[in-house]
C-alpha cells in the first residue's frame, strides 16, 4: 500500500522523483473560493529551493510552479488543484557511481529491497526535492488558514551544538524579518553568524551537521485535533516524522517535561474574558504547549524538530554494492552542509497541511 | 471527523469511556487462520490493568476480555475480531466535582468546547482507560507478528531524572523478566529500586512525576514503511504521540543526532553473508535505528518517548469553571503517581499495531 | 484489507457473526449533541427483525440493542457510539449438515476458499444477519437527517412479477401508514394482498421469490454529492448493491432511460421563487432523480433496487463438498420465502447513512 | 470532503477540467517492477477519444500521454504514476453563452449551487473529458491484470430500444476484433450497422439517444472482494454509477432475477476437477454473476450499464439563468449524439480499476 497522500479533508498527493521530469502535488479537498495568489506560493518555494546560498546545495532549480487545474479566474473551484515544478537541473551521470552501490545512510538498500528496482538517479522519489510539492501544497494551505487568521512561524533553532536564545515572545511578522535577514533562518543575528560560519566550516570539510527547527502556531482556533489517534499532536508529529532527515519531535514541554513533577507542570487556568470570540480561559505556563487531550486550547502551539546530518558527504566511504560485495562509495554529488536552513520552509508547509485538514475536520463534528 | 481508528490494512476502532458499561475494540483487517491465545491477550491486559500494584492508580478493573466476534474453533476468520472488557469499579460520583469546572492540563476544556457537552465521569473517552483497548488488539497483532519472527521489547527508561542504563543487548527473553521481575518495569534492578522509592515518595506528597519509556523491535524484515508519507518512523511516532500524556518521539539517534557530524552519524554497511535470508547488509553503527528513507533495514529498530506528569494531583489547584469564573478544583480521586510503568504495555502494543499494519501493507507492493 | 466500515465521516463499522454471540455496530463520527431517541432506534430494528409474520423467516430475535458508548445524559458526545445487538435464537445445530458441503448460490465455497476457514453456522458473516447492525446505525443516521429535514421513504414496489402502482406523490407519513397497514410493506392495498398471497404460497412450495424495492428521498438540500468518484447516486448504489442478495440499482429515469432521446429526458429548469430557502430552481420533470453531475439538485431523489430469491430453499440440491466431491444440501432451516419485506428497512438505513455521510462531507466544501 | 480518488491499495486520483492545460492522474499502489507498455496505454485512449467517428463528438484531442512519475527504464519503480494528458482543442468562447445559465440535465445548477463558482467552459470538471485520465489509469491496471490472466471485455450492447444478440460465449479476442470492426463497438455486424444508422439519424436531427454497454470478466481468480460493504459487485457498481450519464447497474441475473423462484435462480454447484489450480467446482447456471457473497467465484462476471441520452442538444431550450429568470440556453457546441461507444473503453477502464484494487486487496488476508 502506497503512502504518498496527507490528511484527510485537506488531502494532498505528491509525485516525482529527483531526476524525472518534474515533481507535483495534487490537493484534493481545497474549499472554492479561496483567492490563490500565485506571488505568495512562489515565495514559499524560493525559501526551500537549492542554490539560494553558500550553504546550501549548487543545484540549480528555479522551482517555478504551474497550475494545471482547480483554478479559475483567480480562485479555487473545489476541484483537484494540481501544481507542477519542472525539473531543470538534473544531473543523472553525477549519480552512475551508485547505480550498484548502496549510499551508507540512504534509501538505496531499502528501495533496492522493498521494490526491487530503483531509479538511483538523484536518490529518486526518496529525495529530498519530493518536499518541494509539499511546500507548494503547504503555500495553498497556508493561504486557507490565513482566512481563518491562523499564524506559522518555523526557525533554525540550533545547528550542531549552537542554540538560539528564544524569541518567540515577538510578532510573527518581525519574526519573519528578522529570519529572513540571514541565510541560515535563525532569528537572532548573533547566533545566525555562528551557525553560518559552522556549516561554512563543516562544508569546506566535506562533512555535514544536524540541527533543530523549532515552530509555533498562534492564533489556533479551540477544537482542532480528534482523539483518541487524530491528536493534533500525533498529526503534527506524523507530518514532522515524514520529512526526510528528521529523528525527533517534541511539543510543549516535550522530553524535558517527562522529568517534571506535576504540580510544576500543570497549566493553571485563569479567565480571559477580554479574548476575542469570548473564550473563557487561558493558562499561566503553556507546558501543554496549546493541545489538551489532543485537541488545541486556544494557546500558541510550538513544537521541535530534530534533523540528523546529511548522509551525503564529500568523502569516500565503504559500503556494499548491490551484490553483496565489499565496495566503496566516493564523495561526490550536490548537496546541502545542513539541511536546516531550507527544512524550515517545509517545516511551516507541513504543520500549515495538518492544521487545514483539521480546521476542515472540525466541521460539522456538533449539531 | 472522527479519528478513533488506526492502521490501514490492520485497523483498529476503539470505543468506550471511562465510566460507561465497557470500552473495547474492533479489529478490521486481521489475516484469518491466526491462532487466537486467549491467555496471552488477558497477560498483555494485566500489564496495563491498574491496581497491579502500590504505585498505580488504585481503581480495580479486572479488566476481563470477551470475544464478540471474528474467531471460530481458536482461529480467526477474516472477519472482524471484536474484544470487549467491562467497566467494573467506576465511582462516578468521584467526579461530581468536576462536572461544572476545567481539570488543569486536563481534557476538559477542550472536549467541552469542541463538542458543546461532554462526558465528565472519570474524563469519558478522554481517559487512558482507552488504551486498554489498545492493549488488547496490540495483542492481537503481537500474535501475527510472532508468525513473522518480530519481536518487541519496552520497558522504563526513566522516571523523572532517574535514567536507567542500556541493557538492550541483551536477549528479549532474559529483559522480559528481568522488567517484570520489579513493579516499575525496568530491567535493570538498582535503577528500579530508585525509581519505585522516587514514585512512591512522590505518590505519598500527592504529586505526580513523568517518565521515559523506550523500546526496541527486532527480526524485523527488511522492507517496512511506505514512502514518503507513512514512512516507518513516522507511523511509530505517531502511534506514539496518540498515547495519554506523550510529549516526545525520537528514534535512533535522536535528538541526540541533530548535533552530530553526518562523518560519525552514516552507519557504514559491511557484507552480512550469514544472515538469514541472506540479506546482504548490515551496519556496523546503528544512528538510523533500523529504518532508512522510512523504511526498515533489517536492523534493531529503536525509539524512546516521553511523558508528562499525570495531570491529576492530590492537591487543591486554581482553575476556571464551565461558566468562565476563577475556582478550585479539590485533589481527590484515583490516579497514577508515574504512568510510565503501566505504559510499557502500551508502547508495546502500539508498536505491534504499527509493524503489523505495514507487514501486511508491504505484501503486494512488489512483482 | 477488510470491508466492514462504510462512509467517510458518518463512518460505521459493523461485527458479528450470525451464531456468534452479538452483533453490533460503532458508528465513529455523528456529531455530538443529537438527541438519541431509543424507542426509534428499536422501531426501526423491529421492522426488519425476524419472526414478525408468517412471511418472514420464523427465528425468533427480539433484536433488542444496548448502547455501549457514545451517548451521555441521552445525547451524542461526539465519541464512537458502540450499538450491540445480542443474538438469542441460534440453532448452530440446523447447521451440521452444511459444515462440509457448500450450498448453492450462497457464500460457502467463496469464503472457505478466500479465508482457508469459516464459520458455517448459519452463514456466519456472510448472513443477512449482519444487516441488522446497519438497520440500527441507519435509525442513527436517520436522527441526523431529521434535524436537516430530509425525509426517506422505501417501500417494495414489487415481488416476482408482481408490480405495485406509483403512489409517491404522497406525504411521507401517509406512505409509511399505508406501508406498515399489511405485512409485505407494499402502501398499495390491494397489490399487497396479492404479494402476500403469492409469497405465502411459495412458501408452502418450499421456494422462494425475488423482488424491488423503491425509495425516494425528500427534502434534500441542494449540493450532497462530491464529484468525480464519489458521485450522490455512485454512494447510493454501492449501498444498496452491498446488501445481501442484491443484483441491481437503478436511479431516476434507470434502465428505461437508455432507450430514450435527449429532447425527451432533458429535466426543463424553471424559476421556483416559492421554494423554501430561495433556491431559484425546479425541474418540469425529473428523469435525473435529484441529482445532476453526482450532486443533488433539491428535486426527489428516487431509484430502485432489485433482489434475487433466497438461495435457502426447503428442497434437495445437487452440490459439491469441501473434498470437491458431489454432494447434496438438504432443504432445511429457518428462512425468508421473500427478503423484500424486511429489505424495506436496511434499503431506508443504508441511503440513510449514504445521506448522514455526505451531509456531513459538504461542510467546508467552499468559504 | 472531496472525491476525486478511487481504490484503496491500486489508488488513482484524477484532476483537470475540460478546458484547462491538461487533465491527469496519479496512480498510487502500483506494484512495482510492472512492465509499462506505453504503446497498449494509448491504444486504449485511442477507443475512448473524441473525433474518431462520424457518431462521435467532433472535438479533435490525440489525448497523448505523458508519463511524468513512477516509470524507471521501462518499468514502475512503486512510486506514483503520473499520467498527463494536455488538452488541444478547447473552444471556450463555444460556452460563453451558458456562463450565466443552468443547462437542462447538466451539472451546471448544482456545481454553481455547492461550490459558489464553476468553470463554466465545457463543462469543467463535470465534463465527461475527465474519463480519460480514467482510461489512462485503467489502461495501466490492465497491465497489472494481465499478469493475473484476467481478461476484460465490454460492448455496446443496446443503443436505444435496439439490443444485441449476446455473442458472450466466443473467445475474448476474436470479440474483441468483431467489435473493433465497426464505429459503434457492437460485436455483432448487422445490429451495428442498425445502430450506427440510428446514432447518424438522431445526430442530424440534432438529438441524442442513451445505450447499454455490458462487460464480462475472465479468468477472475476465486476469493476476489471483501465482505460485508466492499462486495466485489457493490465496487463494481459505483464505479460504473461515477461515469457520466449512468443511470443504471445489474450484475449476473440483474432486475430480471428479481421476478425469479429461488428454484430456478440457484446455481447448481459440480465438480470441476479440470479446471486449472484444481478449483474444485464450477456452477451449472450463472446467474450469481460470478459472485457469491460478494466473492467472486471462478465463473465469468458480467454486468450490464445502462447510459441516459446526452444532455447537449443541438435545439433550443427553456431554462433559468443564474438570477433566476427564465432563459433560454441555445443548441450548440460540440458533443457526442450517443455515447456508448466511447464509454466501453471507460466502463473496461473501471472493471479493470476495481479488478486491480481488490487483487491486490486480496493479499495478506489470511495466514
Redesign the interface.
Known amino acids: 500500500?502506497?503512502?504518498?497522500?496527507?490528511g484527510?479533508?485537506f488531502?494532498i498527493?505528491?509525485?516525482?522523483?529527483s531526476h524525472?521530469?518534474?515533481?507535483?502535488v495534487?490537493i484534493?479537498?481545497c474549499?472554492?473560493?479561496?483567492e490563490v495568489n500565485e506571488n505568495f506560493i512562489q515565495a514559499e518555494l524560493d525559501k526551500r529551493k537549492p542554490g539560494q546560498s553558500k550553504i546550501t546545495t549548487q543545484r540549480k532549480e528555479s522551482d517555478t510552479v504551474?497550475f494545471?487545474?482547480?483554478v479559475?479566474?483567480g480562485?479555487t473551484?473545489?476541484?483537484?488543484?494540481?501544481l507542477?515544478i519542472p525539473n531543470e537541473d538534473q544531473r543523472s551521470k553525477d549519480y552512475a557511481h551508485v547505480k550498484d552501490t548502496?549510499r551508507?545512510?540512504?534509501?538505496d538498500?531499502?528501495?533496492q529491497?522493498?521494490?526491487?528496482?530503483?531509479?538511483y538517479r538523484g536518490g529518486?522519489?526518496?529525495s529530498a526535492r519530493?518536499t518541494a510539492a509539499r511546500v507548494a501544497a503547504g503555500a495553498i494551505a497556508k493561504l486557507l488558514l490565513k482566512?481563518a487568521g491562523i499564524e506559522i512561524f518555523a526557525h533554525v533553532s540550533?545547528v550542531?551544538?549552537i542554540e538560539a536564545p528564544n524569541l518567540e515572545h515577538l510578532p510573527v511578522d518581525e519574526l519573519v524579518s528578522m529570519r529572513e535577514s540571514n541565510i541560515v533562518r535563525c532569528p537572532d543575528p548573533a547566533t545566525a553568524t555562528q551557525m553560518i560560519d559552522l556549516i561554512d566550516g563543516?562544508r569546506k570539510e566535506g562533512?555535514?551537521?544536524?540541527?533543530?527547527v523549532s515552530c509555533v502556531i498562534r492564533n489556533c482556533p479551540?477544537?482542532l485535533?480528534?482523539?483518541?489517534?487524530?491528536?493534533l499532536?500525533?498529526?503534527l508529529?506524523?507530518a514532522m516524522?515524514?520529512i526526510n532527515a528528521v529523528?525527533?519531535?517534541?511539543?510543549?514541554?516535550?522530553?524535558a517535561?517527562?522529568?517534571?513533577?506535576?504540580?510544576?507542570?500543570?497549566?493553571?487556568?485563569?479567565?480571559a474574558?477580554s479574548k476575542p470570540g469570548n473564550?473563557?480561559?487561558k493558562?499561566l505556563t503553556n507546558?501543554?504547549?496549546g493541545i489538551?487531550?489532543?485537541?488545541?486550547?486556544g494557546m500558541e502551539i510550538f513544537f521541535r524538530v530534530?534533523?540528523?546530518?546529511?548522509?551525503?558527504?564529500m568523502?569516500n566511504?565503504?559500503?556494499?554494492n548491490?551484490?553483496?560485495?565489499?565496495a566503496e562509495v566516493q564523495g561526490k554529488g550536490r548537496h546541502d552542509p545542513c539541511v536546516v536552513p531550507r527544512a524550515v520552509a517545509i517545516v511551516e508547509a507541513m504543520a500549515a497541511l495538518v492544521l487545514a485538514d483539521h480546521?476542515?475536520?472540525?466541521?460539522?463534528?456538533?449539531?
Open positions: 500500500m502506497a503512502g504518498n497522500s496527507f484527510q479533508l488531502r498527493t505528491t509525485f516525482g522523483e524525472g521530469p518534474a515533481i507535483g495534487i484534493d479537498g474549499p472554492s473560493n479561496l504551474q494545471l487545474s482547480g479559475f479566474e480562485k473551484t473545489g476541484t483537484p488543484l494540481t507542477l548502496y551508507p545512510s540512504h534509501a538498500y531499502t528501495y529491497t522493498k521494490y526491487g528496482n530503483r531509479d529518486g522519489r526518496s519530493e482566512t540550533a550542531g551544538k563543516i562533512d555535514t551537521v544536524g540541527g533543530k479551540v477544537g485535533g480528534d482523539p483518541v489517534f487524530d491528536k499532536h500525533a498529526d508529529g506524523k516524522l515524514s529523528h525527533g519531535f517534541e511539543y510543549g514541554s516535550g522530553f517535561g517527562s522529568e517534571m513533577r506535576g504540580s510544576e507542570h500543570n497549566d493553571i487556568i485563569v479567565p474574558p473564550e473563557p480561559l493558562t507546558f501543554s504547549g489538551q487531550g489532543g485537541i488545541s486550547n530534530a534533523f540528523k546530518p546529511v548522509a551525503t558527504i568523502q566511504q565503504a559500503t556494499v548491490t551484490a553483496g560485495e565489499a480546521l476542515l475536520r472540525d466541521k460539522g463534528v456538533r449539531l
